[in-house]
């Protein structure tokens, strides 16, 4: 069904936050803030994104966003998993180094796969947060919250 705008009122599409190039600047932000016990250059970084089987392309803004942020050099080492696509968040955390991980989903809302599918996909208990959560057998894990609350995610869709 659709339902007609009220008089006067209009509609803007805006565009995706994965289509602004300021996303990386974001995300580094975001994780540059989570409570790690040492520095990001001595931690890795891993995010995690949805993902989709459907279509190859629903990958390009997170693959875009790992590809800046692992040119940056600001962490040990940068990688990207997936929900619903290889890598897993499994696959991905075992080729990173032992240590350190922070853990930033790229993902909207505290919802059901931040708050059961995520930490059930790492290995901890529901409803995990914060950290450092062991992650054996070389990990220790920091989960962030997801990038859909960061308090600068609006500005890199609405125009100013």
Known sequence: ATHPLPPGAALTLLPPPG???ALPDLIAAEAAALPLPVPPAQASLLLIAHGTTRTARSADAAHRALAALQSRGAWRAVALAFLDQPP?????????????VAVLPLLTSRGPHTR??????LGLPEGAEGGPWAAPPHHHLTLGPPLGEAAGLAALVVPS
Not at 88 to 100: F, I, K, M, N, Y
Not at 116 to 121: G, H, K, N, V, Y
């Open 88 to 100: 897993t968040p499994a696959e991905a955390l075992a080729h990173l180094p032992p240590g350190h």
């Open 19 to 21: 289509a602004s190039p």
């Open 116 to 121: 059961q599918d995520l930490p059930r996909l």
